[in-house]
């Protein structure tokens, strides 16, 4: 028949491992501790400290997961990595063995760039066939969007849609002009 210690007795018969001893289990080893003549151990008891392993830039499988949760300036995103590198140079170059991004506690994967911005090239980036519109019947183009998105694509090295902007916009912007005979004129520093 087995009896149970207390708390103060189980307390004051711990085991206190030496600290070159890290195979040891911490806790007592009384008969209901035992099976098959072995001491379980647990999570709880292992000194192997887990998280340590992820704050030394431990990354899953391959480097990075399938499925990413980013964090573009305080907004979030999921998306397959593979569409991420199909289309950017820089996502290219950051899921490359040459860079570690280390997650945020959360998971997450953080980038301090504009959100509503990095909204259009990620549409841009799921279906890169279709190139995007900003119209209004009563505005006309949005050239400052337009502006604003090739400098985010030129930062994202997603070259077919900057040059496409460059190429439509600007072409736009010199067939609308209502004296065709104008050209612009580029100003030379003296």
């Known amino acids: 028949m087995s009896t149970r210690m207390d708390l103060t007795s189980a307390t004051n018969a711990t085991a206190t491992p030496s600290s070159d001893d890290l195979s040891a289990p911490i806790g007592t080893e009384d008969s209901e501790s035992r099976q098959n003549g072995e001491v379980e151990t647990t999570l709880a008891t292992n000194p192997t400290n ?29 998306v397959a990595r593979s569409t991420l590198e199909a289309e950017s140079g820089l996502f290219q170059r950051q899921f490359s063995d040459c860079y570690s991004w280390t997650p945020e506690p959360d998971g997450s994967y953080f980038l301090d760039a504009d959100p509503d911005l990095f909204e259009h090239l990620l549409r841009y980036m799921r279906r890169p066939e ?30 077919k849609l900057y040059k496409w902007i460059e190429a439509k916009v600007l072409g736009i912007l010199l067939s609308s002009t209502p004296d065709t005979d104008m050209q612009l004129e580029v100003p030379h520093r003296s």
């Open 50 to 78: 887990l998280i340590d392993l992820t704050d030394e830039g431990f990354n899953i499988a391959d480097g990075y997961p399938k499925n990413m949760t980013l964090d573009i300036g305080g907004r979030r995103f999921r």
């Open 130 to 159: 279709v190139f995007p519109l900003f119209y209004s019947v009563m505005n006309g183009l949005d050239y400052d969007l337009y502006n604003r998105l090739q400098a985010e694509a030129r930062y994202f090295q997603i070259n």
